[in-house]
């Protein structure tokens, strides 16, 4: 699995393509611009580029208000955020205590929903918010509930968003309506990755999924937009075939764990105005094919 940057686990993470979209950026002279996630989830791949330089700023989108909230609360209360993960301790009864605050809290006490909201994320199965406690509520399966849940580790990723924090820009927003009060007006030189919710397992994975007529509404809509340039992933089933046909795409295999380890295929849609890397499988791109040299952002963030 691959190590991302966000605090977060998320069903579906692009972390595994990092090096291919930095690939992507370097090769269509995006390197150093701006980066678009209008589902940001973890938000894992847009963090990994922001703090490796191949984006310069960054704009998470999500609808979903515990994701929304946790961003909030990481960009703007970072350290009273950091002072509960230090301060509590990781065991089955905070666990039951931090799932009803979860219920309860939202829209009243955004730090303490969004805590709660990271706190059942590393513990429960797969990072789902709906899902049960790794090892059961008794606490006798293989893994127990702090497998994923390293206070150290989770305090550097908190500390380097805050440091970060004036180049990660955030909205709650349908991405329908990002497309049109956010996008016309960043950077030409700005990459929009659309990563809807899964097709056919959205609805077990997230608490904002799509029906049919969604995906197809945001399909005409990223494809009759102005966006200069644009990708959009899926899982690679006939449906998004159909409602994308005739343009560029690949298609690659991608290990992820829902509940279960899994082998997913998935297809990756390209917009006319992008050169797509060589590359065959963009989910296993060797480090040495990085040959985008870093100064060349900061001699285009100076001038």
Known sequence: MPTTPSPLRYPGGKSALSRYVKTLLSQNDLAGGH???????????????????????????????????????ALNHSVELQKLVEATNVGIDEWHKQKARFEQSIGTDPLSHAFATLFLNRTNRSGILA????????????????????????LDKLKQINLYGNRIHLYNHDAAVLMTSTLPYLPLRTLVYFDPPYYVK???????????????????????SEIPYWMVSYDNVPQIETLYRGRRNITYHLNYSAQRHMKGS??????????????????????????????????KLAS
């Open 202 to 224: 959205g609805q077990n994975l997230y608490q904002n999924h799509y029906q049919h007529d969604d995906h197809k509404v945001i399909a005409e809509l990223i494809q009759n």
């Open 266 to 299: 998935e297809i990756i849609i390209f917009g006319d105005n992008l050169k797509i890397p060589d590359i065959d499988n963009p989910a296993k791109v060797p480090k040495k094919a990085l040959t985008y040299n870093l100064w060349t952002v900061a001699n």
């Open 131 to 154: 899902a049960g406690v790794i090892g059961g509520k008794n606490q006798d399966g293989n893994y127990k509930l702090d497998a994923r849940y390293s206070k150290e580790t989770l």
């Open 35 to 73: 980066y678009v996630e209008p589902y940001a989830g973890g938000a894992g791949l847009a963090l990994g580029l922001l703090f490796s330089g191949y984006s310069s700023e960054i704009h998470l989108n999500d609808l979903n208000p515990a994701v929304h909230n946790f961003w909030f609360v």
